[in-house]
């Protein structure tokens, strides 16, 4: 199981090539059925707003459209679980980050991200 940050997801259904070719090969398989991926609400909502400040809403309606009807791609809410993990972890600062890094800590999922704060913090484990 892993969990993606923002741009990750972003970047992998907009087929941008800044996704590294592990990341790239992680969501196909997704796609495939083989593996699942965890998008936290968080990032989700992100996704909504990166969507909106570059006037593609339409956008967003494609990132809604490929996760829906999926069991592959599931959306984590932000609950007093993920709350509770947050909460001692000191190493991130952007709070979006924090969520994000909470949510793959309390799955035990391994964190599709690019971030050098979350890589070098070494509270999860990452895959980029």
């Known amino acids: 199981m892993y969990v993606t940050d923002t741009h990750a997801f972003l970047w992998f259904v907009w087929k941008d090539k800044k996704l590294s070719h ?3 090969e992680i969501f196909r398989a997704c796609d495939k059925g083989k593996e699942i991926v965890v998008i ?3 990032a989700l909502l ?3 707003y990166v969507c909106e400040k570059r006037r593609e ?3 967003f309606k494609e ?3 490929k996760i829906q009807g999926t069991f592959n791609y599931q959306i984590y809410p932000l609950d007093e679980e993920v709350i509770l993990k947050c ?3 000191r190493l991130i600062k952007e709070m979006h980050d ?3 890094v909470g949510t793959a800590k309390l799955l035990g999922a391994v964190l ?3 971030d050098a704060e979350i890589v070098a913090s070494g509270i999860v484990e990452t895959v980029w």
């Open 22 to 24: 592990k990341a790239l």
């Open 40 to 42: 936290p609400s968080v």
């Open 46 to 48: 992100e996704c909504m």
């Open 57 to 59: 809403e339409f956008k």
């Open 63 to 65: 990132i809604m459209q």
């Open 87 to 89: 909460q001692n972890i």
């Open 98 to 100: 924090l969520i994000i």
């Open 112 to 114: 599709i991200t690019k």
